[in-house]
């Protein structure tokens, strides 16, 4: 079964660098989303992206986010100056039209 | 957008069936109920969707009943596999294309020998 996959699976930063998340959708699908879930909490959305677009973002995704799909098969999240309270678990997920979406099995950031 | 309240935790035992209710008392005529599923470091897995009366797939049967106010996941027959947290979800049904999850806190299912 097709998976969307996602590297790397642990990436450890200091406080203030930039960090880049990469993920490989599924190869047919059109609709591509970031969520987050800090240690014991709530799986959160952040954004979903179409058709080279973004289509809707959370408050969280501020100015220190962005995505991009560089070419074709990679979907990028990019965190331009970290801060401690980004440190959580990074899912990327994609899907075909609507339901459902599936998800890889996330990006573990540690700021330091 | 319909709020969920699902129980926090289950303990359930090798071989049982175990039921997840969800009250959705705000679910309005277009939502679908969405399942998934999230083990231990892992992404969520969508473990099935309905609409209204009953859904079964190879995984697990959803039960909606006539008013829609809540749902029950069915797990047949669990293993120490199934452990795992299970989430109800409110929302846009399959052909709503690119709208965001919004997950609540979910069920911590855990399935002793």
């Known amino acids: 079964e097709p998976e969307v996959t996602q590297t790397p699976s642990h990436q450890v930063t200091q406080m203030g660098q930039e960090v880049i998340l990469r993920c490989v959708p599924i190869s047919n699908h059109l609709y591509f989303y970031w969520y987050r879930q800090i240690l014991g909490q709530k799986v959160e959305f952040l954004v979903s992206f179409y058709n080279n677009e973004i289509s809707e973002k959370s408050e969280i995704f501020d100015d220190q986010f962005s995505v991009e799909r560089p070419d074709g098969s990679n979907f990028t999240l990019k965190i331009r100056s970290t801060k401690l309270e980004d440190s959580a678990m990074y899912f990327c997920?994609?899907?075909?039209?609507?339901?459902?979406?599936?998800f890889g099995d996330g990006t573990r950031l540690s700021i330091l | 957008l319909a709020k969920t309240t699902q129980p926090i935790s289950m303990d359930s035992y090798e071989g049982q069936e175990v039921n997840i209710t969800c009250s959705h008392n705000?679910?309005?005529?277009?939502?679908?109920i969405t399942w998934y599923q999230q083990f231990p470091s892992q992404g969520p897995r969508f473990i099935i969707q309905?609409?209204?009366t009953k859904v079964t797939n190879e995984v697990a049967s959803l039960f909606i009943p006539a008013d829609r106010k809540s749902s029950t996941l069915s797990l047949p027959r669990v293993s120490l596999s199934d452990t795992a947290v299970y989430y109800c979800l409110v929302g846009v049904g399959p052909e709503a294309a690119g709208n965001k999850l919004t997950f609540g806190g979910g069920t911590r299912v855990l399935v002793k020998p």
């Open positions: 705000n679910i309005a005529t277009n939502d679908y």
């Open positions: 309905g609409y209204k």
């Open positions: 997920a994609s899907s075909q039209s609507g339901q459902p979406q599936h």
